[in-house]
């Protein structure tokens, strides 16, 4: 889990229609980038249903309902869609809903724990979150991907993400998509401290 700071600008940039990056066959999910203003609010419900399950469980309900509150609604997600130092992923089943998002962001780390481990140029893969019907069916991966191209698109030396240390299953999969553990920080849950790991990827 990463905290991200508000976007320095997010009025300017026009919407812009999704565009495909990529497909997983077995359920027809594709991957794309969204610029969409009205995918804010089904954004957030995805997000209000997934960032619970990677708290702690003893995480209280209070701390999370506040970050999801100040980090994950609906005007927050319009915010991260206009924003130019950053990128919305969506997956989208053949009913064309959101199953799965992450977000993809370019500006330099401003954590200094962060800092002290991702020394190159590097994107963020910031959030990554998938509904828990559609856990294994391969749209979590194909979000990494694309979010990886991005980056790599980018020209960022590196991919880098948080995860929170008590959550084994996100690290299983971070560590098969070829992210190893390079350091620790500190990410704030409410009134709550939470720790995670600094996960990197080299891309260059």
Known sequence: ???????????????????????VSAREVTVSIT??????TELAAVAAVTFPLACPPSSAPADIAAFIDSTLSAQR????????????????DDSTAIVG?????????????????VTEPATEISKMYV?????????SAALMAAALDLA??????????????????AQRFYRKMGFDIAGTKTFRVGNRTEHDYVMTRRLL
Do not use: C, K
Request: glycine share 6%; aromatic share 6%.
């Open 1 to 23: 889990m990463t905290s991200v700071p508000p976007p320095a600008d997010s009025s300017t940039e026009p919407a812009r229609p999704d565009t495909p990056m990529a497909a």
């Open 35 to 40: 610029r969409d203003p009205a995918d804010a």
């Open 77 to 92: 997600f319009a915010d991260y869609l206009a924003a130019d130092d950053r990128e919305v992923l969506i997956a989208r």
């Open 101 to 117: 998002y992450s977000l993809v962001v370019y500006a330099r780390p401003r954590d200094p724990d962060v800092l002290s481990v």
């Open 131 to 139: 509904l828990p019907d559609r856990h294994g069916g391969g749209v």
């Open 152 to 169: 790599a698109g980018h020209g960022s030396a590196l991919a880098w993400l948080g995860v929170n240390q008590e959550n084994v299953r």
